[in-house]
């Protein structure tokens, strides 16, 4: 199993700011079949980004994704109040699918 | 669009089985690509994946619960169900159906999510 480690636990940060979340996987994932999602309080998470940098449908392009082999990047280039929430990495290379423990981006 | 609903009991007693069901409108259920998957968020928790499930009734489930999961579809009706047998107050959380896109491998498309709580 894959196991996708997520750091910082908690981001604190200002609206306008930068983001830089990371994901670090246990062993390389295959065609970067690596996906990132958002999750608001109350809500299912939304997909953000697959394939580690491509942009689901609808996203805003400040939102971006790189990475390869074990280490993943989210960033949000400047953060607008609605992005303030939990991002969660997913690995859908290898079964089981598996998710990162999250990071809480929260106001700072 | 598709959207997707999830439904359950709420409450579980421990020991007993879990059913879930999930309905799907706006689209089809039956796709040659796609897949229905179930995953789950303990309270103040991440998401496990718990499994999914193709037209075909081909499944795919999550080694640490495969031998208490069950999945099935109903095209007919267009819903997906999950039941999960023998719980406890570990399996008490938020579960989602979501769409597992044949095109992207990832889930797409969620539903809102049925909180089911186990306890005596």
Redesign the interface.
Same mark, same amino acid.
């Given at each position: 199993e894959i196991v996708l480690t997520q750091s910082p636990g908690t981001l604190s940060l200002s609206p306008g700011e930068r983001a830089t979340l990371s994901c670090r996987a246990s062993q390389s994932i295959s065609s970067g079949?690596l996906?990132w999602?958002q999750q608001k309080p109350g809500?299912? $998470?939304?997909?953000l980004i697959?394939?580690a940098s491509s942009r689901?449908t609808g996203i805003p392009d400040r939102f971006s994704g790189s990475g390869s082999g074990t280490d993943f990047t989210l960033t949000i280039s400047r953060l607008e109040p609605e992005d303030f929430a939990v991002f969660?990495c997913?690995q859908?290379g290898i079964? $089981?699918?598996?998710?990162?423990?999250?990071t809480k981006v929260e106001i700072k | 669009q598709v959207q997707l609903q999830e439904s359950g009991p709420g409450l579980a007693e421990p020991s007993e089985t879990l059913s879930l069901t999930c309905t799907v409108s706006g689209g089809s259920i039956s796709s040659r690509s796609d897949s229905w998957s179930w995953i789950r968020q303990p309270p103040g928790k991440g998401l496990e994946w718990i499994g999914y499930i193709y037209d075909s009734g081909n499944t795919n489930q999550n080694p640490s619960l495969k031998s208490r999961v069950t999945m099935s579809l109903d095209t007919s009706r267009n819903k997906l169900s999950l039941r999960l047998s023998s719980v406890t107050a570990a399996d008490t959380a938020v579960y989602y159906c979501a769409r597992k896109s044949g095109a992207l491998g990832v889930f797409d498309i969620w539903g809102q999510g049925t909180k089911v709580t186990v306890s005596s």
């Amino acid at each position: 199993e894959i196991v996708l480690t997520q750091s910082p636990g908690t981001l604190s940060l200002s609206p306008g700011e930068r983001a830089t979340l990371s994901c670090r996987a246990s062993q390389s994932i295959s065609s970067g079949y690596l996906a990132w999602y958002q999750q608001k309080p109350g809500q299912a $998470p939304r997909l953000l980004i697959y394939g580690a940098s491509s942009r689901a449908t609808g996203i805003p392009d400040r939102f971006s994704g790189s990475g390869s082999g074990t280490d993943f990047t989210l960033t949000i280039s400047r953060l607008e109040p609605e992005d303030f929430a939990v991002f969660y990495c997913q690995q859908y290379g290898i079964s $089981p699918l598996t998710f990162g423990g999250g990071t809480k981006v929260e106001i700072k | 669009q598709v959207q997707l609903q999830e439904s359950g009991p709420g409450l579980a007693e421990p020991s007993e089985t879990l059913s879930l069901t999930c309905t799907v409108s706006g689209g089809s259920i039956s796709s040659r690509s796609d897949s229905w998957s179930w995953i789950r968020q303990p309270p103040g928790k991440g998401l496990e994946w718990i499994g999914y499930i193709y037209d075909s009734g081909n499944t795919n489930q999550n080694p640490s619960l495969k031998s208490r999961v069950t999945m099935s579809l109903d095209t007919s009706r267009n819903k997906l169900s999950l039941r999960l047998s023998s719980v406890t107050a570990a399996d008490t959380a938020v579960y989602y159906c979501a769409r597992k896109s044949g095109a992207l491998g990832v889930f797409d498309i969620w539903g809102q999510g049925t909180k089911v709580t186990v306890s005596s």
